[in-house]
T-cell receptor, first 112, second 114 residues
Framework: QKEVEQNSGPLSVPEGAIASLNCTYS??????FFWYRQYSGKSPELIMS????GDKEDGRFTAQLNKASQYVSLLIRDSQPSDSATYLC????????????FGDGTTLTVKP | DGGITQSPKYLFRKEGQNVTLSCEQN?????MYWYRQDPGQGLRLIYY???????QKGDIAEGYSVSREKKESFPLTVTSAQKNPTAFYLC?????????????FGPGTRLTVL
């Protein structure tokens, strides 16, 4: 079992819909969680971070964390074609090394 | 502008050659990381450094070497011992000592073996 697993994808949603991306992690030491967006051929860009149980909203993005279930999700409301990208989930322990473990990513396509 | 720079953007290597990828940051971050990304895959950690003159192996360090002589710089050498080096290489950095341990990435170097 991989340490961080994401929906295998690809995920396709129509423009204006809600896209739901899921991530589970196996290491209970993980305390910090991040979602990165990666456009084809580009480097990952941080879009959300979440540290405590519950929801965190930033514009059209909502991250949800449930440490008991070891589950993290990212919701994208009012999806736009510009949201089409691969989304990477990362889990990080709160140690000084801060080594993040990344999932393989879920590719999202938003169709106009 | 604060940020992370990587050079070159594209790099071609012949069999048996060593090549060095540059990574520089002016964010005053203590920790720096090197990842490798293969098509359709996530990121795999090669090496990381939390402080100048110290670094640790990641999950796939064989065939790679690094140095950390300055806080701002963390170059990666891909040696001839790395048998399948064609990949996208990403450098990242973060601050330490807080819970906000987000990593920020440079633009990447795409290495191709000829």
């Amino acid at each position: 079992q991989k340490e961080v697993e994401q929906n295998s994808g690809p995920l396709s949603v129509p423009e204006g819909a809600i896209a739901s991306l899921n991530c589970t992690y196996s290491d209970r030491v993980s305390q910090s969680f991040f979602w990165y967006r990666q456009y084809s051929g580009k480097s990952p860009e941080l879009i959300m971070s979440i540290y405590s149980n519950g929801d965190k909203e930033d514009g059209r993005f909502t991250a949800q964390l449930n440490k008991a279930s070891q589950y993290v999700s990212l919701l994208i409301r009012d999806s736009q074609p510009s949201d089409s990208a691969t989304y990477l989930c990362a889990a990080t322990p709160n140690t000084n090394a801060g080594k993040s473990t990344f999932g393989d990513g879920t590719t999202l396509t938003v169709k106009p | 502008d604060g940020g992370i720079t990587q050079s070159p953007k594209y790099l071609f290597r012949k069999e048996g050659q060593n090549v060095t990828l540059s990574c520089e940051q002016n964010l005053n971050h203590d920790a720096m990381y090197w990842y490798r990304q293969d098509p359709g895959q996530g990121l795999r950690l090669i090496y990381y450094s939390q402080i100048v003159n110290d670094f640790q192996k990641g999950d796939i360090a064989e065939g790679y070497s690094v140095s950390r002589e300055k806080k701002e710089s963390f170059p990666l050498t891909v040696t001839s011992a790395q048998k399948n080096p064609t990949a996208f290489y990403l450098c990242a950095s973060r601050t330490t000592g807080t819970i906000n341990n987000e990593q920020f990435f440079g633009p990447g170097t795409r290495l191709t073996v000829l």
